[in-house]
């Protein structure tokens, strides 16, 4: 089996309704060999990590539009990646909501870095993990990841390529005051 993440529209649903989705979504796709591992739930789209054969996403997708329109399928495939390409990934998918992608483009980043430069890239995708979590109704444990995630971002320099780090440090930080996660851009 391969793994997918398929977004569909959202136009209703917010993170408490994750775990519902995740059942209904199992239940619309019954008797296929298929198996949804769990629903994540962002403002514009419900994202279902999949893992399926691919002559069967077509027919997958087709079971679910109950649930929303398609907005886009993606393969997860292991690749290598060049750093700027990662970052700019890793951004475009941070700055919409696609977090568990912008995780995934980080690590890649992440596997290239050394010292300083790794701890720091780990610390934005613990950020990014963190909000992952939040979509999936555990607010509590993303709210948690950002004590990590600072400490991974330490005082390292308050810019990484057009990253302005020391804007997540405060966003942080402020979050953990609030005991919330809000949606904001890198």
């Not at 329109?69 to 475009?92: A, M, P, S």
């Not at 977090?99 to 950020?127: D, M, P, S, Y």
């Amino acid at each position: 089996m391969e793994r997918y993440l398929i977004h569909l529209k959202n136009k209703k649903h917010i993170p408490v309704n994750s775990r519902e989705i995740l059942h209904r979504s199992r239940d619309l796709i019954s008797g296929m060999d298929a198996h949804i591992r769990l629903a994540r739930v962002a403002t514009n789209f419900i994202e279902f990590d999949v893992a399926i054969e691919t002559k069967n996403v077509d027919a997958l997708v087709e079971k679910l539009i109950p649930i929303g329109d398609l907005d886009n399928t993606r393969h997860v495939i292991e690749e290598e990646i060049e750093i700027d390409q990662g970052i700019k990934d890793g951004i475009f998918y941070f700055n919409h909501e696609r977090f568990w992608e912008c995780h995934e483009a980080f690590e890649g980043v992440w596997k290239q870095c050394f010292g300083r430069e790794k701890e720091l890239v780990q610390g934005i995708i613990l950020v990014a993990v963190a909000y992952a979590h939040a979509q999936e109704n555990e607010l509590r444990i993303g709210v948690a990841m950002l004590t990590r995630a600072l400490e991974k971002l330490g005082t390292s320099p308050s810019m990484y390529h057009s990253i302005d780090v020391e804007r997540i440090r405060k966003k942080s930080i402020e979050m953990q005051q609030v005991d919330d996660l809000i949606i904001f851009e890198i």
